[in-house]
């Protein structure tokens, strides 16, 4: 079956523009995770929704960033006024439930601001 | 606070030899463990996990992982590597009631022929 698909896969944008990045998370999953992976680091939590709500956004570094689940499905992640430093790979990873079941990532959005 | 550290940021081993790479978590309760491998352009794929019960944990492509509490470690082992294991490999450990991962910095492997 069809994995976790993000778009697009290369962004590359001004400083100052706002980006939306998606997330097209398995079928039937109704967890879906955001992670950031920077250069030479491990991935970092961002946020995690079950459903259509954000049961945890604790990893969202500032008030710029924001993502909604609006249908429970497909997951966008907002950036206001990027800076150099979000530049990064984006990850995302679903899950058929929260709690301790696999998370299966997609191929990420790499993010550059220039 | 939930941590995850991986000592070693580059191996290299011929391609036949065995592996082992070390990773050390910091988590008040029970862990939940994961090994993670990514190679180029390709997402984040499980090798294997660790929730309870034996601690020698096995996984996908011949990786297995034992669980040592005493050592607060997870270490991931192989008898013989593949030129084709040659990847960035991720340890971490589910935190936040297991809903979100605490990854280490990772280990990249290089594999001589």
């Known amino acids: 079956g069809a994995g976790v698909s993000q778009t697009p896969s290369n962004k590359v944008t001004e400083k100052g523009k706002y980006v939306e990045l998606r997330c097209d998370p398995i079928?039937?999953?109704?967890?879906l995770y955001w992670y950031r992976q920077s250069l030479g680091q491990g991935p970092e939590f961002l946020i995690y929704?079950?459903?259509?709500?954000?049961?945890?956004d604790s990893g969202l570094p500032n008030d710029r960033f924001f993502a909604v689940r609006p249908e429970g499905s497909v997951s966008t992640l907002k950036i206001q006024r990027t800076e150099r430093g979000d530049s990064a790979v984006y990850l995302c990873?679903?899950?058929?439930?929260?709690?301790?079941?696999?998370?299966?990532f997609g191929p990420g959005t790499r993010l550059t601001v220039t | 606070a939930q941590s995850v550290t991986q000592p070693d940021i580059h191996i290299t081993v011929s391609e036949g030899a065995s592996l082992e790479l070390r990773c050390n978590y910091s988590?008040?309760?029970?862990?939940?463990l994961f090994w993670y491998v990514q190679s180029p352009g390709q997402g984040l794929q499980l090798l294997l996990k660790?929730?309870?019960?034996?601690?020698l944990v096995q996984g996908i492509k011949g990786f297995e992982a034992e669980f040592k509490r005493s050592q607060s470690s997870f270490n991931l082992r192989k008898p013989s590597v593949h030129w084709s294991d040659a990847a960035e490999y991720f340890c971490?450990?589910?935190?936040?009631?297991?809903?979100?991962?605490?990854f280490g910095a990772g280990t990249r492997l290089a594999v001589h022929p």
């Open positions: 990873a679903s899950s058929l439930s929260g709690g301790a079941y696999e998370q299966y």
């Open positions: 079928s039937g999953h109704t967890a």
């Open positions: 929704f079950q459903g259509t709500g954000a049961a945890d």
């Open positions: 988590y008040g309760a029970t862990p939940y």
């Open positions: 660790y929730f309870s019960g034996d601690t």
């Open positions: 971490a450990v589910g935190a936040g009631g297991y809903n979100k991962l605490i």
